[in-house]
Structure formats: structure tokens, C-alpha cells
């Protein structure tokens, strides 16, 4: 105990919270690396069009580079949690050692330079005073404390040992020499968690009962620290809280985004995908070649953020919002309806940006973020397409985003528009109707086969606020509303309003230059429609 109790005692902890602070500098400089090479460099390149075998060796070196730079990320925020708890903790023992022997000196108990506690009233006692009752008394009165000095100080060497030896495990645990292979961002995530384990991040304080205010107070509660430890081991479940800033969602997301390519390119370099992975894989990558080429973006109505996203549930969910929803004064949700999957999600985004710029055209002044949202199992042109199901399903889903953008926006309420195309107005009607509503200012469905109600007032909001649109010829609304999905959202009965459409068909309502658009637009930015006439009963 001589020398722990010794160096203990005199400890400096400045150089190892100077490491622990380099450390987390670094973590901080390799993810600004990593975002200023993607927007600055590949995506750039992305966006020019490069092509070619250069181009295409070229990108995979790149991209392995910023791989690299955000797995560094996560490991070197690791490393810093490490020494910073490591740090702490021993400080704690080191203040626990003090006061022990602060106090033990206060009541006139000696500690010499090996730890050691002893009562100084013992010295130069003749044996007849030994021997007095009184003194025997008071012997005994302090024997109790010097007993509980000598346990404290043992404690406080022993936890001051025993902090260095878990951190010295932990930092031999973390494998740097994972970070170019090919499961590397997993081994990063392995890291992560058993360090953030070690130091109280608990994938089980993750709320789970899906309340955006909840999320949002308990991300609220954590320093910035702790966020990133979350969003490093368990970026999965990060991404995927309404109410949260979009902005943390979009680095979870695209944490997770890797993860999934990762496991993928695994399964291809060993031949295990099967036709369900390679479907998902195909997605992921033209989600990521989305990425790719709006990092380059210069205007920040045409940056990307993944609001949430996962390959292996159905048949994939994805949530993309061109522009930050979190500062946008006007936001819109783009529901999609039959047929739509993680393979198409580069046409969602698509249309997302043809949203977006009929709203910017139709107010320029104003900022105005659509999310592309992919958050249901879209229904096949199977008999799924003639139930509810699938809506009420992810109605849930579907207002806990809404209500939270509500919740992380910034500044003045945006005024917020839910579009739903085809299943999708099904998917907005089934959410609208239920669980006090989506909280939408506006709401807006084209070829529409029925909103799960009968009326427009069923939705939660000011029927004056539900607005329909349908081509003459779209033959969804034609010959599938007013069956089993419910009243035709188009007809007069409903008690909503109709937009004027000048397209053809169920999948024109986009189509540059159109009235259709421009009127979708003009909704969104909270401006009237030229207004079109009710569709006949038949």
C-alpha cells in the first residue's frame, strides 16, 4: 500500500486530462475531415458527372477514405471516453483519500507516509493509566473510527487501482488495425458500446414508447458527449427518434447507412446475398449515391438529411428531407404509395426536389424542406392494396414524425403540409384520423383510392385544409375510391377542396412545368390552389 497510497496522494491528473481532451480534439477534426472531404471533394465530383473507370475506382479509394476517417471518429471519441473516465474516476479516489485522511487527522488520529491510521493517544501512556477505566472507555470510543479510517483509505487505493486497470482493458480492447477492412464500421460499433457501457450508456435508457417530447427532452438531458457515445454504439435507435434534432439524426443515420453497406459487402465478398439482401443492397446504394452527389450541394435547400433508415425491416424504410426541417419555414412530408421500396427511394427523392422547387418558386423568400417519406410497407399490386392494413399499420409511425419535426424545429411554427400519392393519401388518412392527428396545417392527395373516412372532418383539422387533386384519366381513382379504403377524397360529399390538375395519369402529378405542381407547390408555402372542380358521383 506504501506506494499507491503515496503516488495517490500527490497525483497530477492535468496530463491525463490533457490526453483525454487531445483525443476527443482529434475525434472532432477527423469528423470535420470526413464532411469537408464529402462536400468538398466527392461530392463535387459526384454531382459534375465523372464517369468512367477512373471515376469509378476514383470514388470507391475516396469514399474508403472517408469510411476511414468516420470509423477514426468513432473510435477515437472512444479512446477519449476512456481517459476522461478513467481520469474522473481516479480523481474521485484520489478525493476520497484526501478527506479520509483530512478528517482522520481532525479527530487526532495520526497517518503516517504509508497509509497506515494509528491512534497518537496510545504514546507515552504509563501502564497504570493504561489500566484506568476511563481510559479504556475512551480507547474503545476511538478504535470504531480508526477502524472506518484505515477501511477509507483502503477503498479509495483500491478504486483508484482498480479504475486504471479497467481503463488500461478497455483501451487494449479497442482494435485500431479494423479501420480499412471491409467490417471495420462494425468493429468501431463494437468498440463503442463496450465503452459506453462501461461508462453508463445504457441502449436500455433509449426511450421506446415512440413520444417525440419525450425523446426530445431525454436527448436535451445528455452533454454533447454523451450524445455522440449513443450515436456512435447505437446509432440504429438514434436515428430514429421524432422530436431529436434533424442534424443528429442525419450523422446517426448515415452511421447506420454504413453499418448496413458494411454487412452487405460482406455477404457479396463471401456470396451469401440472397435475393432479399441484394434488393436491399441495390437500394442502399442508390440512397448513397443520393448522398454522394447532394453533399457537393451549395445552396442548403439542396443538402440531404436521412431522418430514418432501415434495409432489413419489410421491405426497407426510408425517410430523406431535402433542406433541414428543423429551420425550414415551410415543410412538407411526401407519402408514396403501391409498389414503392428502398429501390426506388432515388425517384421519392426525386420528387421530393420537384416539390420543393414548385413551393421555392412560389415563395422565394421562404425556406422549404419536403421529406421524402418511406416509413411504411407500401403495399404490392396485390390484394394488400384493397385493405387498410398497411395504413393503420404505420399510421402511429406517421404522426410521431410529424409531431416530431414539430418538436425540433427552430424559431417561428413552419407551416407543415402532409402530401399522400395513391396508398399513400390511404397511409395520411389513416394516420389524420386517429391519435389527435398529424398536426398538419394542410393536407394534400392525388389519385387517391380513399382516406380510410368519409369525410373530411374525420381528419382531425379544418376541412377548408384537405385538398385533393385527380387526373381525368388516373384509373386508381377512377375505378378503386369509393370502394374499401373509403370516400372518394375528390367528390363533393368529402367536404374538402379540389385543386385544379392538368396532368394525365396516376403518376404525372409532377410533371415539370404543370399547374399540377405548381398547385401542390403553392399549398405548401400556405398560398391558394387554383382551385378545380369536384369529381362527378358515378
Known amino acids: 500500500m506504501t506506494a499507491q497510497f503515496s503516488v495517490l496522494m500527490k497525483q497530477d491528473f492535468s496530463d491525463l486530462e490533457a490526453a483525454a481532451n487531445s483525443w476527443r480534439a482529434l475525434a472532432k477534426s477527423l469528423e470535420a475531415a470526413q464532411v469537408q472531404h464529402r462536400r468538398q471533394v466527392t461530392g463535387p465530383l459526384h454531382a459534375s458527372g465523372w464517369e468512367g473507370t477512373d471515376a469509378t475506382y476514383g470514388f470507391m479509394m475516396m469514399e474508403d477514405n472517408e469510411r476511414k476517417l468516420g470509423n477514426s471518429q468513432s473510435q477515437a471519441g472512444s479512446i477519449a471516453t476512456v481517459l476522461k473516465g478513467t481520469c474522473e474516476k481516479m480523481q474521485l479516489a484520489q478525493q476520497n483519500l484526501r478527506k479520509a485522511v483530512r478528517e482522520a487527522e481532525a479527530d487526532r488520529y495520526a497517518v503516517d507516509d504509508d497509509g497506515w491510521v494509528s491512534d497518537p493517544t496510545d504514546d507515552n501512556m504509563s501502564s497504570a493509566e493504561r489500566h484506568d477505566p476511563d481510559y ?196 412538407a412530408i411526401q407519402v408514396p404509395g403501391t409498389g414503392n421500396d428502398l429501390t426506388n427511394i432515388d425517384d421519392q427523392i426525386n420528387r421530393a426536389e420537384r416539390l420543393q422547387g414548385a413551393a421555392m418558386k412560389a415563395d422565394p423568400a421562404a425556406s422549404t424542406s419536403v421529406v421524402a417519406w418511406l416509413g411504411y410497407d407500401a403495399p404490392e399490386a396485390d390484394g394488400s392494396v384493397a385493405s387498410t392494413g398497411r395504413a393503420e399499420d404505420g399510421a402511429q409511425d406517421l404522426r410521431g414524425f410529424t409531431h416530431g419535426l414539430r418538436e425540433s424545429h427552430q424559431g417561428e411554427p413552419t407551416h407543415m403540409t402532409v402530401l399522400g400519392h395513391s396508398y399513400g393519401s390511404t397511409m395520411v388518412g389513416a394516420a389524420a384520423s386517429d391519435g389527435g392527428g398529424l398536426g398538419a396545417d394542410d393536407v394534400v392527395v392525388v389519385g387517391s383510392p380513399g382516406m380510410t373516412v368519409d369525410h ?77 372542380q369536384h369529381r362527378e358521383n358515378d
Open 136 to 331: 479504556q472507555q475512551s480507547r474503545q470510543a476511538r478504535s470504531g473510527p480508526l477502524g472506518e479510517y484505515r477501511a477509507r483509505i483502503d477503498q479509495a487505493i483500491a478504486d483508484a487501482e482498480s479504475a486504471s486497470d479497467e481503463g488500461k482493458a478497455l483501451l487494449h480492447q479497442i482494435d485500431t488495425f479494423d479501420l480499412d477492412k471491409v467490417y471495420g464500421s462494425k468493429s468501431a460499433q463494437d468498440d463503442a458500446k463496450l465503452v459506453a457501457g462501461s461508462y453508463g450508456i445504457d441502449e436500455k435508457d433509449i426511450p421506446s414508447d415512440k413520444d417525440p417530447k419525450k425523446n426530445a427532452a431525454w436527448w436535451k438531458s445528455l452533454t454533447p458527449e454523451q450524445q455522440q457515445m449513443y450515436m456512435d454504439a447505437y446509432p440504429q435507435k438514434v436515428g430514429w427518434l421524432d422530436g431529436i434534432p434533424s442534424a443528429d439524426r442525419d450523422e446517426a443515420n448515415r452511421k447506420s447507412i454504413e453499418l448496413s453497406l458494411g454487412a452487405y459487402r460482406e455477404k457479396e465478398e463471401a456470396g451469401q446475398l440472397g435475393i432479399h439482401d441484394d434488393r436491399q443492397y441495390y437500394g442502399l446504394l442508390k440512397l448513397q449515391d443520393e448522398l454522394d452527389k447532394a453533399d457537393g450541394a451549395t445552396r442548403p435547400s439542396d443538402e440531404l438529411y436521412v431522418l430514418g433508415i432501415d434495409a432489413e425491416k419489410g421491405d426497407g424504410r426510408a425517410l430523406v428531407a431535402r433542406g433541414n426541417p428543423d429551420t425550414a419555414d415551410n415543410t
Open 456 to 532: 373530411a372532418s374525420d381528419l382531425n383539422m379544418d376541412a377548408d385544409h384537405v385538398w385533393a387533386g385527380y387526373a381525368e384519366d388516373d384509373p386508381v381513382t377512377e375505378e378503386f375510391s369509393d370502394l374499401t379504403l373509403g370516400e372518394n377524397p375528390a367528390q363533393e360529399e368529402f367536404g374538402g377542396r379540389v385543386f385544379e390538375v392538368d396532368t394525365e395519369g396516376h403518376s404525372g402529378y409532377w410533371d415539370e412545368g404543370s399547374e399540377s405542381l405548381r398547385n401542390q407547390g403553392r399549398i405548401i408555402v400556405g398560398q391558394p390552389p387554383s382551385e378545380g
